[in-house]
């Protein structure tokens, strides 16, 4: 009565541990080779610098502080170069030896001369901002007495590279 071929003889014909292991190993096989193409992939995207820019790489230099004529204000200037691929911004700059500081720059109006506060001060990718009495400083209001050659700590808070600490070094002011 049976003559039809059963489909129950082709699957005893295998070994039941066959059985059992080819749907397991389909089931592992497709994510792992998945994973591992994506990982190939990222790989590739990385290794042509196409997966982001180097951060910036800020360091500060020739840090300098004017003795002030009067005890008023006076003001600190610093060399900042970001040689890192990536822009960055100095949000501020404090001292714990001095009281109010903030970034400023000079600004002539009507042949008039005056000193505006700054938000920040954009630091581009691969240069150099120096700042000096006639363009980009940091004001300090109300410095305690400074003479010729002391050393002033400063920290300089960027955006993405945080916080740099230097010293400047109190100088005579110019005029």
Do not use: H
């Not at 039941?16 to 497709?30: E, F, H, I, Y």
């Not at 997966?51 to 360091?59: K, L, Q, T």
């Not at 170069?81 to 400023?104: I, K």
């Amino acid at each position: 009565m049976n003559s039809a071929p059963s489909t129950d003889s082709a699957e005893r014909s295998s070994p039941s541990w066959r059985r059992r292991t080819g749907g397991a190993l389909s089931a592992v096989l497709v994510p792992v080779v998945t994973c591992v193409t994506a990982l190939m992939l990222l790989t590739a995207y990385t290794t042509t610098g196409a997966a982001g820019e180097p951060p910036a790489r800020i360091s500060v230099s020739n840090a300098r502080i004017f003795v002030p004529p009067n005890s008023e204000n006076t003001a600190a200037f610093f060399d900042i170069t970001n040689t890192g691929a990536a822009d960055d911004v100095l949000n501020s700059v404090s001292s714990p030896e001095l009281g109010v500081t903030m970034l400023g720059r000079r600004v002539t109006k009507d042949g008039a001369g005056r000193m505006e506060p700054l938000d920040s001060l954009k630091i581009p990718a691969r240069s150099r901002v120096d700042m000096t009495p006639y363009g980009v400083d940091v004001m300090v209001l109300d410095p305690p007495e400074l003479k010729v050659g002391d050393k002033v700590r400063f920290d300089l808070w960027f955006r993405s590279s945080g916080q740099v600490t230097v010293d400047a070094v109190t100088v005579p002011a110019r005029s």
